[in-house]
DNA sequence: ATTTGATTTAAACATGCGTTTGAATCATAC
DNA sequence: GTATGATTCAAACGCATGTTTAAATCAAAT
């Protein structure tokens, strides 16, 4: 007899859920057939059964996650794009990268978030045929909207360099998000002073620290040593 | 007979040369024992002989790179705040960030930043007990020190804020680092636009975008829209 | 030349992993 | 109740990896 009837789900839809919730906390590689099983109450086999396989199952769930994710921030990009046109302004830099914060750094859901990241920095470090495939078709246009939106908002940086800093921009949310918890190093160097586990102090600094990364231009001038409108305060010690 | 008598190294040193090389192109996890002795021209068992263990030689290879960039880094910092005492003046930001992007993306030495990004990345990702030794014996002090340094040539931002934009600058450069070579992503999204390989614009950009995001400070408004002097220009379509 | 300790070598060992297998069990239709 | 197909299960398989072993080889001292 069993005892899963009514409450608890069907096999496959518990392994899924739970390769969600692991796949976040231990990343892709963090998480094992078996342990995922376990967690799930199902037998090892059953991840193969019903998934053909813990590479179809990840593709599965990021696949989705990233889907998500892009319908969402195309949607938002729309909004902002809509909004500056009615007042034929450009659109607001800062509504620009808060949105694309706001897919990994988000209070409602942070599940998805660390998802998104947990993806893309694995293509990142060690891609492979998978992370390949979601990658190019989930996230690619999102990114190639996003480079387009932000030379909009920041009229002042070349195609070229509204493309570095796009890519500079996604690696500083992701290293920030892969260092949760207490024992991230930023909370630990910070004495305490910073808690990335606090969404949205996390956030507000993410967006403050893009959005002063793309106001500016290059700033460099002909030569090497450029210290531009320096006061000359005193020299704090230490 | 031996024919490495004169011109080879020593078993051990080579191994150690390999490693480094290995380390930095593949990754930690991305190099095995076997694959390592094969190019070092060494039986599979010399690693451990010699090293007592892949760990002990990753410990060897990236505590002495830590070691060797942390001394640099240092020193630079001296300088450049020791020339800003001279002139009674503010250490100059740019200047300070350029030194610390200068340890992991250099002209003359690329294979020792890759090693630190790996280091750190590896860290960040799946921390285990040497990496944690490694980064607390010989990274964490430059970090502390860079922050102070940051806090003084950004004054305008709080402590806590210099914490969150240090780390986020740590993320952008180290993901960057990692997205090396023609697959690169960036360079594909831009349509070749942008080369990671080209270390000298890379550090250009790095700089520039991150002197950015270190001048501006907290700029958010009480209420959550804030959209500060954007001049209303015509609307750029697509 | 012999001895001795360090080094090198091929082979095996131990472990963790994703996966497969074949029998047992369940749910459902007849 | 029985047949049938889907599901679950314990067990084993295959493979890659880090490590160990014990014999073989080398280099240097005597």
Request: charged letters at 30%; aromatic letters at 6%; glycine letters at 8%.
């Amino acid at each position: 007899m069993r005892l899963n009837h009514t409450i608890e789900k069907q096999t496959k839809s518990r392994i899924r859920h739970v390769a969600e919730e692991m796949f976040a906390t231990h990343g892709i590689g963090g998480v094992t057939t078996r342990a995922l099983a376990e967690k799930a109450g199902a037998n090892t086999a059953a991840v193969n059964y019903h998934f053909g396989g813990k590479d179809n199952l990840a593709t599965e769930v990021f696949r989705d996650v990233a889907h998500r994710s892009t319908v969402r921030r195309l949607a938002n990009l729309d909004r902002i794009e809509a909004e500056a046109r009615a007042k034929n302004a450009r659109p607001d830099l800062r509504a620009v990268i808060e949105s694309f914060v706001d897919a990994y750094v988000n209070e409602d859901d942070p599940r998805t978030g660390l998802l998104l990241a947990r993806l893309v920095l694995k293509h990142r470090v060690e891609p492979n045929e998978w992370t390949r495939a979601v990658v190019r078709d989930e996230l690619d246009r999102v990114a190639e909207r996003y480079v387009v939106a932000l030379g909009n908002a920041a009229p002042q940086l070349g195609p070229a360099e509204v493309h570095w800093r796009y890519h500079f921009m996604v690696g500083s949310i992701l290293m920030t998000l892969s260092d949760d918890g207490p024992e991230s190093r930023l909370q630990r160097l910070s004495g305490g002073l910073c808690k990335p586990a606090d969404k949205r102090v996390l956030r507000s600094q993410l967006v403050d620290f893009l959005t002063g990364a793309f106001l500016i231009g290059n700033q460099a001038g002909p030569d090497d040593d450029g210290h531009p409108e320096q006061a000359g305060g005193s020299p704090v010690d230490d």
